[in-house]
């Protein structure tokens, strides 16, 4: 059975940090790209980064850039988004996400999502 679970997202203050973690099983991490996708409240869902290793890309959507990253430990099965600098309008919904074809040279691929987590609030406010 394919499992995707996310870590507890949480309420950090503006400037704070947070790692969000998606343990996963039933299948073979490595062998898919993986990505993280959030919704905003009132908000369309939205890529917020992803790794591909077959494609050897990595993407960040420019509202991120430079603050989260994404990584993952095979051995573990888990993938990581290490959120820095946080800030209001990163309060979401997060969704880890694996798929062959979610991450692409300069973009994400919602459509290409084959497994998704349950989602994870992350709620930035002082």
């Known amino acids: 059975e394919v499992q995707l679970q996310a870590s507890v997202g949480g309420l950090v203050q503006p400037g704070g940090s947070l790692r969000l973690s998606c343990a996963t099983s039933?299948?073979?991490?490595?062998?898919?790209?993986i990505g993280w996708f959030r919704q905003a409240p009132g908000k369309e869902r939205e890529g917020v980064s992803c790794?591909?290793?077959?494609?050897?890309?990595?993407y960040y959507d420019d509202s991120v850039k430079g603050r989260f990253t994404i990584s993952s430990d095979n051995a573990k099965n888990t993938m990581y988004l290490q959120m820095n600098s946080l800030k209001p309008e990163d309060t979401a919904v997060y969704y880890c996400a694996v798929g062959l074809e979610i991450c692409k040279i300069g973009y994400q691929v919602e459509s290409g999502v084959e497994f998704w987590g349950q989602g994870t609030q992350v709620t930035v406010s002082s």
């Open positions: 790794f591909s290793r077959r494609d050897d890309g990595t």
């Open positions: 039933g299948f073979t991490l490595d062998y898919y790209a």
